[in-house]
């Protein structure tokens, strides 16, 4: 048993489907479980880790730079601060100056007074300068180059750092350090700046996961699992999603969905409805062709009778239970939405509209005036039997609408023109009837929906749109100002391209 057979019987039992709850379609499945990482849960929090790593890149660059910076000035004012000691003493201790080394790191400290240079303390070390840096013309740029420089370095070298005594006018300090000494301080910064950044990206991404799957992933995820659903049994209303009330665009998509599966589930069923109604009419049909062939017999007998009027009439009879047993076959093929290909000769238009007016009676109608204006020269390449159809449902809405009112004060008129414009032939049926409605304009071809009359089907125009459709025309509907209902039939013949004849006809017309 299906699920929508379950249903259909619990229904049957008067039991009220369960309608799916908000929270019903929340809970996440296994498959979406293990799916979190390698779908758009896992991405997004891997790509916010990567876009937070990336800022913090960005703002490493220029922080190593000014950690270098810093460093350096450190330095430079220490050893500004054993030049003021200088400058006052004139000497400096051997311990002193063993301190001071030893305080800045560096291996040799000097002062430039301008027109002479005091050496202020000096290791035995060699002094093999192997880069300068001068702090009083250090723009940006050179900072973060020079940066990386120690950092990709091996540190085994001596550098050179020049800059402006603190505690002096005019005087700068030279000192020579070891780049061993800063690589190993920038390493320690850069390792910092690394744990920091890990740490800041964990947590952001942590709640920019959660926040964003909570708004987005989540309600997206709910709306696939209510599509899978409803299409697992799209005939159960119980499968429909119930909207969360939701005031953003996926409030909107989460209405708009349930609007879609509410009309497919009643597309559906009016489809099983016709189907239904098919399986009815195809016994129906069976039954009937067996009826209207017993009748073709006894009609025949007529043609023997010596009556002239049975002899006149008989062949009409015989003709008309011809076309019946012919649309008796054509249900099945109409249920199965198809219609058989038009079988298209060369056909006298102003004689199959004869035959639609003895048919339908129209001929010498009480009330009625019906008028054939097709021009005897005037043929069409289309089958006649369908031609005749499509006429004859056009004829009869058109006397139907006509016999609604008894008011002999009404002109009751039905009138059918055709016109050959090169390949095409344009038809048009006209009557002086109330008009079709508005509401009914918008469904006037399909099937069971544009019937005005109480008791009526609504195929017959779906027939006769279907029927031109096969021959590669097309029918609608002529606005017109005056009173009544026109409608258009155009036809062309089998090498005209009726696209290509309408951009020609309207190129004609604006010239």
């Known amino acids: 048993m299906n699920d929508g057979e379950a249903n259909a019987r619990s229904m049957k039992s008067g039991d009220q489907p369960v309608q799916e709850t908000p929270e019903d379609t929340m809970r996440p499945t296994p498959e979406e479980k293990r799916r979190n990482w390698a779908g758009l849960s896992g991405k997004l929090l891997i790509l916010t880790i990567l876009f937070v790593m990336l800022s913090e890149v960005m703002i490493y660059v220029p922080s190593i730079a000014n950690f270098r910076n810093n460093w350096l000035n450190e330095r430079l004012t220490t050893a500004g601060v054993a030049a003021s000691v200088l400058t006052e003493t004139n000497t400096l201790a051997p311990r002193l100056q063993e301190e001071l080394l030893r305080a800045t790191g560096a291996v040799a400290i000097s002062l430039d007074e301008g027109d002479r240079r005091r050496l202020i303390a000096r290791s035995d070390a060699q002094l093999e300068i192997d880069s300068t840096a001068d702090m009083s013309v250090m723009s940006p740029p050179r900072a973060i180059g020079e940066s990386f420089e120690i950092l990709l370095g091996d540190g085994s070298g001596l550098m050179r750092v020049i800059g402006r005594s603190q505690m002096g006018s005019g005087e700068r300090v030279d000192m020579v350090l070891p780049e061993k000494l800063l690589r190993d301080d920038m390493l320690a910064f850069s390792v910092r700046i690394l744990g920091l950044s890990l740490f800041i990206s964990a947590i952001t991404a942590t709640l920019v996961y ?79 062709r067996n009826l209207l062939a017993s009748a073709q017999l006894f009609s025949e007998r007529l043609e023997a009778s010596p009556d002239p009027t049975a002899k006149r009439i008989a062949p009409k009879i015989i003709a008309a239970l011809d076309r019946a047993i012919g649309y008796t076959q054509s249900v099945l093929a109409y249920g199965s939405t198809r219609e058989a290909p038009p079988q298209r000769r060369l056909v006298r238009l102003r004689r199959v509209v004869d035959d639609v007016g003895d048919v339908l009676g129209l001929t010498g109608h009480e009330t009625i005036n019906f008028e054939n204006l097709i021009a005897e020269e005037i043929e069409i390449d289309a089958d006649p039997d369908q031609m005749f159809r499509v006429l004859m449902n056009l004829s009869r809405n058109a006397m139907q609408a006509l016999e609604a009112k008894s008011d002999p004060a009404l002109v009751c008129r039905i009138a059918i023109e055709a016109e050959r414009e090169g390949g095409v032939v344009s038809i048009t049926v006209s009557d002086t009837g109330p008009g079709i409605p508005e509401r009914v304009k918008s469904s006037l071809f399909r099937p069971f929906q544009a019937s005005t009359k109480r008791g009526g089907t609504g195929l017959g125009l779906a027939i006769a749109s279907e029927l031109v459709r096969a021959h590669g025309g097309a029918i609608r509907l002529v606005e017109t100002n005056g009173p009544g209902t026109t409608f258009e039939i155009v036809v062309p013949d089998r090498a005209v391209d009726l696209k290509h004849w309408r951009r020609r006809a309207q190129r004609q017309r604006a010239s």
């Open 210 to 288: 959660f926040s964003l799957r909570w708004l987005f992933l989540r309600p997206m995820q709910r709306l696939t699992r209510s599509m899978a659903r409803f299409a697992e049994a799209p005939d159960d209303a119980s499968r429909i999603i119930v909207p969360s009330g939701r005031k953003d665009e996926l409030g909107d998509a989460e209405t708009r969905l349930e609007a879609m599966q509410r009309a497919l589930k009643d597309t559906l069923n009016q489809q099983q409805h016709l189907a239904d109604l098919g399986l009815a009419v195809s016994k129906i049909n069976h039954d009937l």
